[in-house]
Nanobody
């Protein structure tokens, strides 16, 4: 069992930056691929980014490529999402998730989910 808790969300103006964190507890953090997803009101959950167990592999959704950076610190059992050049379209609840795989990019591959943190970008 893995428990995930996101933090770092908030209100920011367009063009600004935020850094989300996801702290994990429970079984070995380094055994899991990690990812970020987001869901805006009235829209389906969207893949944002994922990172492999060791951190060497990353993958991004097209809408955030070049603006967001995913990283992890296995010693601190924490995953991060650095979000730069934020746009109003990035407004959503952001969720971190863990997959018992080397690497994962689909929501159905993730077995543990956090409660989400709200990110609101004003124009």
């Amino acid at each position: 069992q893995v428990q995930l808790v996101e933090s770092g969300g908030g209100l920011v103006q367009a063009g600004g930056s935020l850094r989300l964190s996801c702290a994990a507890s429970g079984r070995a953090f380094s055994s899991y691929a990690m990812g970020w997803f987001r869901q805006a009101p009235g829209k389906e959950r969207e893949f944002v980014a994922s990172i492999s167990r060791g951190g060497s592999g990353t993958y991004y959704g097209d809408s955030v490529k070049g603006r967001f950076t995913i990283s992890r610190d296995n010693a601190k059992r924490t995953e991060y999402l650095q979000m730069n050049s934020l746009e109003p379209e990035d407004t959503a609840v952001y969720y971190c998730a863990a997959a018992a795989k080397l690497f994962a990019t689909r929501a159905d591959e993730y077995v543990y989910w956090g409660q989400g943190t709200q990110v609101t970008v004003s124009s």
